[in-house]
Every structure is written in C-alpha cells, then in structure tokens.
Nanobody
Framework: QVQLVESGGGLVQAGGSLRLSCLAS????????MGWYRQAPGKQRELVAT???????NYVDSVKGRFTISRDNAKNTVYLQMNGLKPEDTAVYFC?????????????WGQGTQVTVSS
C-alpha cells in the first residue's frame, strides 16, 4: 500500500509561481508512472502532467511551457513546478501513482492540495 501526500498549494497572484510536492509513504519504483491531475469546481478531473521512470514527460496543452513535472525516486517525491500561473489554473491538484505488476495494476491518489490564482 502506498500513501501519497501533496503539499505546496496556496493562494498566488496571476503570473506567480508555486511548487507542488508529492511524498509517497512507500518506495517509488523506477517502473511507476507518476502524474498530477487537477479538478476545478464543477468540472471533471483532468490530467495535467505525467512522468515515467525514465523521465519522459507529457503535459496537457494548456500548461505546456509553464509547468514542469519532475521526480526524485531516492526521496520518494514527485514535483510540479508551476510558473506563469493563470486564474484558470485554480483547482485542487492531485498526485497519482500508476503501478503495473505481473499480477495486477495499482493506482493510488493523494488527498489533493488547493491552488488558487487571483487575477
């Protein structure tokens, strides 16, 4: 069982920056895919960014060039650096771990951290 705990959210003015962290209680394996998702009020949860063990990353178009996902397996931590924040980035941000084994797939979620961007 893996528990994920996000931190780093808060209130920031448009154009500002925040760095989100996601600490896993257990070990993050090289083969785990990690991701950040967000959910704004009244909207469905959407994928923001993902990163593989090898460091390959993908982003939703709306954050490309502004957000950067990274991971430190030794620290069991995944990060999301958010620059140039916009009011439309306001949402609860969730960390996700996607693990495949021979037997089954495991998918874990954190409780989320609120990001509010004021105009």
């Amino acid at each position: 069982q893996v528990q994920l705990v996000e931190s780093g959210g808060g209130l920031v003015q448009a154009g500002g920056s925040l760095r989100l962290s996601c600490l896993a209680s257990g070990s993050i394996y090289y083969t785990d895919n990690m991701g950040w998702y967000r959910q704004a009020p009244g909207k469905q949860r959407e994928l923001v960014a993902t990163i593989t063990g090898g460091g390959d990353s993908n982003y939703v178009d709306s954050v490309k060039g502004r957000f950067t996902i990274s991971r430190d397996n030794a620290k069991n931590t995944v990060y999301l650096q958010m620059n140039g924040l916009k009011p439309e980035d306001t949402a609860v941000y969730f960390c996700n771990l996607d693990r495949w084994t021979v037997a089954r797939r495991y998918n874990y979620w954190g409780q989320g951290t609120q990001v509010t961007v004021s105009s």
